[in-house]
């Protein structure tokens, strides 16, 4: 009788169809997807450091011990040793890149500017004990492509760079990083934009087209996550850099997180103290894949192209994908999902012949 | 002590929440650091915009009942012990609970508190009856614009009389029960609280 009286009426809503929403709220609210990936790793067992102590307990005083020596090891030793290294190579690579920039242009300083870069690159990685291992070197990104990489740190461009030559991209600051750009674009065409220009998108690709066009220019470097993540997944790439055209060189970064946590949470600390946590960790351990380059397809638009991309670095590095953006760190999140949510139940509803995931969970007769 | 536990664990409290709710060591360890997390002001509560942040709540079309749930009636902030309360109900019931005595109060997670709480989701003024409005308030979140007033209306009469047996054209929780017996509660209003 009562499935009779369904299936006369076109709709069919249960008092026990909120279980479903209710159910998916609640598992969101024990544990999601996203906000877990604004917060470093946590790790399996212990590496010594405070910072990564949140769920250990006191064990013995062996290990306290042990501990304590470690923190000694980091801050009276190493800290000071790395602190050197990165004043030695950062005042080499705002001297060497004047110098150079004085130079007329030719084949002479491209080669200058590489070894440069190249050489300050590498005094920085051992000032943060980078131990990193390439893979893949054939796949290397060429000139007069686009390099494009999941993003964890301000250090993944130093990572990259540690093995080969980019140009970067990004806005202009103020401070030391400012010196370092104006110094840098001198000798070898970098791309800072004013933050007034980054704004406008349309300028922005044009500028990064004609690079490209150039094809003796220098690779250039783009993180399209657009914000740190913490190296546990890779989230919505912005379709921006995939609309420039031009060969993308996709490289995939993951650090080991038992030597440090290279994941800056911006949100909870400041360059300053991120810089100190990085150089009182045991070292920056990493692997960098280079992956065979990749061009948009004819009937492929930027945002299935991104996709596409992202789900080989994910693969590669052996991350997982999520489709929710990187913005939602800070920014609230759009109310075109929840409609989305919304007009699939509706469909399931009225039985407009799609059938959701819905109709298997409630089932009820 | 050198790593000393969260100052919450070490508290007494812990113990009372551990036997009230029946909830292992390791669990209210987990819950308690998800809690912290969404704790952005670090002042030991939850705020409404806390809940908000999580994206997948926020596009739940419940998610706003959902999160008043938490909130006793007039505040505004929710400490761990509101929190834990408020998830007990959806501890999953373990077998060996179900022939425990019956001298005790009976546990958040049982199959008529997890009834009782779904219809509080739906009964706002909390008269103990969810009236055509209230079904409709709740009918109209889950579909957003893409059903008309008058199909959703149709479908709220037609829910309520199926479901009316005292013809008050309200629900009672007696007919609440009865419209959702042969339904398995439990298991669709439990979730895992650890993984």
């Known amino acids: ?365 | 002590k050198m790593f000393s536990d969260t100052a919450f664990v070490r508290d007494e409290s812990q113990e009372d929440i551990t036997t009230e709710h029946s909830v292992s060591h390791s669990q209210i360890t987990r819950l308690y650091s998800r809690f912290t997390s969404l704790d952005k002001g670090e002042n030991g509560t939850l705020s409404r915009e806390d809940f908000q942040r999580i994206p997948e709540l926020a596009i739940n079309p419940l998610g706003d009942r959902i999160i008043n749930a938490f909130f006793p009636e007039g505040e505004d902030q929710v400490n761990f012990r509101g929190f834990m309360r408020t998830l007990a109900h959806f501890r999953p019931i373990e077998d060996n609970e179900k022939s425990k005595d019956q001298n005790g109060p009976e546990p958040l997670n049982s199959r008529s508190n997890k009834l009782h709480f779904a219809f509080r989701l739906y009964d706002l003024d909390k008269d103990d009856k969810i009236s055509r409005d209230e079904l409709l308030q709740v009918l109209r979140m889950m579909v957003g614009v893409n059903i008309s007033d008058e199909q959703l209306g149709s479908i709220a009469d037609r829910t309520i009389q199926e479901a009316d047996q005292d013809g008050d054209s309200a629900i009672s929780f007696a007919e609440f029960v009865k419209v959702l017996e042969k339904v398995d509660v439990e298991q669709k209003m439990s979730i895992r609280f650890l993984h």
């Not at chain 1, 948009?296 to 929710?324: C, H, M, Y």
């Open chain 1, 1 to 365: 009788m009562e499935k009779e009286i369904a299936l006369l009426h076109r709709a069919d809503f249960e008092f026990s169809h909120i279980f479903y929403f209710c159910r998916k709220g609640f598992e969101a609210i024990v544990e999601d997807e996203v906000t877990q990936r604004f917060s470093s790793e946590e790790l399996l067992s212990w590496n010594l450091l405070t910072r990564t102590n949140v769920n250990f307990h006191y064990i013995s005083l062996r290990l306290t011990v042990v501990w304590v020596i470690g923190v000694i090891v980091r801050y009276c030793f190493l800290l000071p040793l790395r602190f050197t290294l990165a004043a030695i190579g950062i005042t080499s690579m705002i001297v060497g890149t004047t110098v150079v920039g004085q130079l007329p242009n030719g084949s002479v300083k491209n080669y200058l500017s590489e070894v440069v870069h190249l050489t300050c690159s590498r005094i920085l990685v051992r000032a943060l004990s980078g131990t990193i291992h390439y893979h893949n070197k054939e796949n290397r990104p060429q000139k007069g492509g686009i390099c494009v990489a999941n993003h964890t740190s301000p250090i993944d461009a130093i990572i990259l760079t540690n093995d080969g030559c980019y140009a970067m991209v990004g806005q202009v600051h103020g401070g030391l990083m400012g010196v370092i750009q104006r110094a840098t674009v001198k000798a070898c065409p970098h791309v800072w934009f004013e933050r007034s220009e980054i704004k406008d998108r349309h300028l922005v690709t044009k500028r990064l087209r004609e690079h490209v066009a150039d094809k003796s220019k220098l690779p250039i470097l783009i993180f399209p996550e657009g914000t740190c993540i913490n190296n546990t997944s890779v989230m919505m790439f912005k379709k921006g850099s995939f609309e420039i055209g031009g060969t993308i060189y996709p490289v995939a970064i993951k650090y080991d997180p038992q030597f440090g946590d290279a994941f800056w949470n911006s949100s909870k600390y400041n360059i300053v103290s991120y810089l100190l946590r990085i150089m009182t960790s045991w070292a920056i351990v990493c692997n960098v894949w280079y992956l065979p380059p990749m061009v948009r397809k004819e009937d492929e638009d930027a945002v299935k192209f991104a996709n596409r991309v992202r789900s080989a670095i994910a693969r590669q590095g052996g991350l997982t994908e999520l489709p929710w953006d990187g913005g939602l760190k800070r920014a609230k999140v759009k109310d075109t999902f929840k409609e989305e949510q919304q007009k699939n139940y509706s469909k399931m509803l009225v039985r407009n012949g799609s059938v959701g995931s819905l109709s298997a969970e409630t089932e009820s007769d």
